[in-house]
Protein backbone atom coordinates (compact mmCIF):
# COMPACT_ATOMS: atom_id res chain seq x y z
CA UNK A 1 0.00 0.00 0.00
CA UNK A 2 0.72 3.65 -0.16
CA UNK A 3 3.48 4.89 2.26
CA UNK A 4 5.24 7.79 3.46
CA UNK A 5 8.57 7.51 5.38
CA UNK A 6 10.22 10.47 7.45
CA UNK A 7 13.59 11.03 8.79
CA UNK A 8 13.30 9.97 12.28
CA UNK A 9 13.46 12.81 15.29
CA UNK A 10 13.66 14.96 17.02
CA UNK A 11 15.87 17.20 15.45
CA UNK A 12 17.59 20.37 17.89
CA UNK A 13 19.03 23.10 15.96
CA UNK A 14 19.84 26.33 17.01
CA UNK A 15 18.20 29.81 15.98
CA UNK A 16 19.03 30.87 12.20
CA UNK A 17 20.30 27.12 11.35
CA UNK A 18 19.29 25.87 7.88
CA UNK A 19 16.46 22.90 8.19
CA UNK A 20 15.77 19.61 6.26
CA UNK A 21 13.61 16.74 6.85
CA UNK A 22 14.01 14.16 4.79
CA UNK A 23 10.13 12.79 2.87
CA UNK A 24 10.19 9.51 0.70
CA UNK A 25 6.78 7.84 -0.53
CA UNK A 26 5.82 5.19 -1.85
CA UNK A 27 2.66 5.52 -4.30
CA UNK A 28 0.78 2.88 -6.34
CA UNK A 29 -0.32 6.45 -8.04
CA UNK A 30 -0.24 10.05 -8.74
CA UNK A 31 -0.05 11.56 -5.28
CA UNK A 32 -0.34 14.54 -3.96
CA UNK A 33 1.99 15.64 -1.24
CA UNK A 34 1.59 17.70 1.67
CA UNK A 35 3.59 19.37 5.17
CA UNK A 36 1.48 19.48 7.91
CA UNK A 37 2.71 21.45 11.34
CA UNK A 38 1.53 20.87 14.73
CA UNK A 39 2.58 23.45 17.25
CA UNK A 40 2.53 22.65 20.89
CA UNK A 41 -1.30 22.04 22.46
CA UNK A 42 -2.29 22.66 19.01
CA UNK A 43 -3.89 20.59 16.30
CA UNK A 44 -2.82 20.07 12.56
CA UNK A 45 -2.33 22.29 10.78
CA UNK A 46 -1.44 22.71 6.63
CA UNK A 47 2.05 24.45 5.93
CA UNK A 48 2.45 23.75 2.15
CA UNK A 49 1.43 21.58 -0.56
CA UNK A 50 2.32 20.51 -4.14
CA UNK A 51 -0.17 18.47 -6.42
CA UNK A 52 1.79 17.16 -9.50
CA UNK A 53 5.43 16.90 -10.00
CA UNK A 54 8.00 19.76 -9.89
CA UNK A 55 5.52 21.65 -8.46
CA UNK A 56 7.39 23.41 -5.26
CA UNK A 57 5.00 24.59 -1.82
CA UNK A 58 6.14 27.32 0.17
CA UNK A 59 4.76 29.11 3.05
CA UNK A 60 6.40 31.02 6.31
CA UNK A 61 9.68 30.44 4.74
CA UNK A 62 9.29 26.57 4.56
CA UNK A 63 9.54 25.08 1.02
CA UNK A 64 9.07 21.56 -0.25
CA UNK A 65 9.80 20.60 -3.97
CA UNK A 66 7.72 17.27 -5.67
CA UNK A 67 10.35 15.25 -6.88
CA UNK A 68 9.33 12.29 -8.83
CA UNK A 69 12.27 10.96 -10.07
CA UNK A 70 13.51 10.39 -6.48
CA UNK A 71 9.71 9.67 -5.07
CA UNK A 72 10.82 12.87 -2.61
CA UNK A 73 9.04 15.84 -0.89
CA UNK A 74 12.21 16.95 1.62
CA UNK A 75 11.29 20.12 3.29
CA UNK A 76 13.59 22.95 3.72
CA UNK A 77 13.76 26.20 5.68
CA UNK A 78 16.68 28.66 5.41
CA UNK A 79 17.29 30.15 9.09
CA UNK A 80 14.95 28.52 11.53
CA UNK A 81 13.23 30.66 14.46
CA UNK A 82 12.58 29.16 18.36
CA UNK A 83 8.72 30.06 16.90
CA UNK A 84 9.48 27.10 14.20
CA UNK A 85 9.44 24.23 17.07
CA UNK A 86 6.92 21.78 16.41
CA UNK A 87 5.67 18.29 14.77
CA UNK A 88 6.09 18.16 11.56
CA UNK A 89 4.26 15.76 9.50
CA UNK A 90 4.74 14.55 5.79
CA UNK A 91 1.45 13.06 3.84
CA UNK A 92 0.32 11.94 0.65
CA UNK A 93 -3.32 11.42 -0.51
CA UNK A 94 -4.36 10.07 -4.02
CA UNK A 95 -7.56 12.52 -5.37
CA UNK A 96 -9.33 12.41 -2.32
CA UNK A 97 -8.46 9.83 -0.29
CA UNK A 98 -7.52 9.86 3.41
CA UNK A 99 -4.25 11.11 3.90
CA UNK A 100 -1.54 8.87 4.79
CA UNK A 101 0.92 9.94 7.15
CA UNK A 102 4.58 9.63 8.25
CA UNK A 103 5.62 9.38 11.82
CA UNK A 104 6.23 12.62 12.45
CA UNK A 105 9.63 14.68 13.33
CA UNK A 106 9.63 17.07 16.32
CA UNK A 107 11.62 20.23 15.77
CA UNK A 108 13.33 21.96 18.77
CA UNK A 109 14.91 25.39 18.14
CA UNK A 110 16.65 26.63 20.89
CA UNK A 111 17.93 30.84 21.23
CA UNK B 1 -15.11 31.59 8.35
CA UNK B 2 -15.35 29.22 11.44
CA UNK B 3 -12.64 25.77 10.95
CA UNK B 4 -13.49 22.41 12.24
CA UNK B 5 -14.58 21.68 15.35
CA UNK B 6 -14.59 19.02 17.98
CA UNK B 7 -16.53 18.48 21.06
CA UNK B 8 -15.34 17.27 24.07
CA UNK B 9 -12.06 18.68 23.70
CA UNK B 10 -10.87 15.72 26.73
CA UNK B 11 -12.34 12.92 27.43
CA UNK B 12 -11.73 10.66 30.37
CA UNK B 13 -13.92 7.30 30.62
CA UNK B 14 -13.53 4.05 32.51
CA UNK B 15 -12.84 0.69 30.93
CA UNK B 16 -15.94 -0.67 29.62
CA UNK B 17 -17.86 2.45 29.02
CA UNK B 18 -18.58 3.76 25.63
CA UNK B 19 -18.14 7.50 24.52
CA UNK B 20 -19.53 9.68 21.73
CA UNK B 21 -16.46 12.06 20.04
CA UNK B 22 -18.23 15.15 18.00
CA UNK B 23 -17.20 16.31 14.64
CA UNK B 24 -18.51 20.08 13.18
CA UNK B 25 -17.15 20.17 9.82
CA UNK B 26 -16.41 23.35 7.92
CA UNK B 27 -19.96 24.57 6.29
CA UNK B 28 -20.18 23.32 2.88
CA UNK B 29 -17.82 21.07 2.65
CA UNK B 30 -18.88 17.10 1.82
CA UNK B 31 -15.86 14.92 2.84
CA UNK B 32 -15.58 14.18 6.42
CA UNK B 33 -12.83 11.88 7.79
CA UNK B 34 -11.81 10.65 11.13
CA UNK B 35 -8.14 9.79 12.45
CA UNK B 36 -6.12 8.44 15.66
CA UNK B 37 -3.11 10.09 16.69
CA UNK B 38 -1.40 7.77 19.45
CA UNK B 39 1.65 7.72 20.57
CA UNK B 40 2.99 4.08 19.07
CA UNK B 41 1.06 4.06 15.87
CA UNK B 42 1.38 7.94 14.94
CA UNK B 43 -1.92 9.36 12.65
CA UNK B 44 -4.15 6.29 11.35
CA UNK B 45 -7.09 7.12 9.19
CA UNK B 46 -9.85 5.43 10.93
CA UNK B 47 -13.06 5.97 8.78
CA UNK B 48 -14.48 8.89 5.44
CA UNK B 49 -17.45 10.05 4.73
CA UNK B 50 -18.56 11.70 1.30
CA UNK B 51 -21.45 12.90 0.80
CA UNK B 52 -24.35 10.42 0.53
CA UNK B 53 -21.95 7.59 -0.21
CA UNK B 54 -21.48 4.67 1.87
CA UNK B 55 -18.66 5.37 4.00
CA UNK B 56 -15.11 4.12 3.72
CA UNK B 57 -14.44 2.14 7.11
CA UNK B 58 -11.29 0.14 6.42
CA UNK B 59 -9.61 1.77 8.91
CA UNK B 60 -12.29 0.94 11.63
CA UNK B 61 -9.67 -1.14 14.16
CA UNK B 62 -12.19 -3.11 15.40
CA UNK B 63 -16.16 -3.39 15.58
CA UNK B 64 -16.70 -1.75 19.16
CA UNK B 65 -16.03 1.32 17.04
CA UNK B 66 -18.69 3.34 14.50
CA UNK B 67 -19.24 6.46 13.12
CA UNK B 68 -22.59 7.91 11.12
CA UNK B 69 -22.90 11.77 9.99
CA UNK B 70 -26.28 13.12 9.81
CA UNK B 71 -27.84 15.45 7.17
CA UNK B 72 -24.55 15.39 5.61
CA UNK B 73 -22.84 17.63 8.55
CA UNK B 74 -22.20 17.08 11.85
CA UNK B 75 -20.37 13.54 12.37
CA UNK B 76 -20.08 11.52 15.92
CA UNK B 77 -17.62 8.39 16.72
CA UNK B 78 -18.71 6.21 19.06
CA UNK B 79 -16.56 3.87 20.50
CA UNK B 80 -18.28 1.08 22.72
CA UNK B 81 -17.12 -0.91 25.75
CA UNK B 82 -13.48 1.08 25.50
CA UNK B 83 -9.77 -0.53 26.03
CA UNK B 84 -7.14 0.97 27.32
CA UNK B 85 -5.50 0.90 24.01
CA UNK B 86 -8.11 3.05 22.71
CA UNK B 87 -6.89 6.37 24.52
CA UNK B 88 -5.46 8.65 21.82
CA UNK B 89 -6.31 11.71 20.21
CA UNK B 90 -8.97 11.59 17.78
CA UNK B 91 -8.86 14.09 14.82
CA UNK B 92 -11.53 14.96 12.68
CA UNK B 93 -10.81 16.66 9.20
CA UNK B 94 -13.52 18.06 6.43
CA UNK B 95 -12.52 18.93 2.75
CA UNK B 96 -14.85 20.60 -0.30
CA UNK B 97 -14.00 17.28 -2.34
CA UNK B 98 -15.48 19.22 -5.12
CA UNK B 99 -11.83 19.52 -7.21
CA UNK B 100 -9.42 16.54 -8.22
CA UNK B 101 -7.76 17.53 -5.00
CA UNK B 102 -8.55 19.49 -1.70
CA UNK B 103 -7.04 19.64 1.63
CA UNK B 104 -8.04 18.44 4.83
CA UNK B 105 -8.45 21.11 7.17
CA UNK B 106 -8.43 19.84 11.03
CA UNK B 107 -10.41 19.85 14.09
CA UNK B 108 -8.38 20.53 17.38
CA UNK B 109 -9.29 16.92 18.32
CA UNK B 110 -10.84 15.06 21.35
CA UNK B 111 -8.03 13.49 23.65
CA UNK B 112 -9.55 10.47 24.96
CA UNK B 113 -8.12 9.03 28.24
CA UNK B 114 -9.75 5.39 29.37
CA UNK B 115 -8.34 4.32 32.59
Known amino acids: GDSVTQMEGPVTLSEEAFLTINCTYT??????LFWYVQYPGEGLQLLLKATKADDKGSNKGFEATYRKETTSFHLEKGSVQVSDSAVYFC??????????FGKGTRLSVIA | GAGVSQSPSNKVTEKGKDVELRCDPISGHTALYWYRQSLGQGLEFLIY????????KSGLPSDRFSAERTGGSVSTLTIQRTQQEDSAVYLC?????????????FGPGTRLTVL
Open chain 2, 49 to 56: FQGNSAPD
Open chain 2, 93 to 105: ASSLKYRVVDTQY
Open chain 1, 91 to 100: ALTIGNTPLV
Open chain 1, 27 to 32: ATGYPS
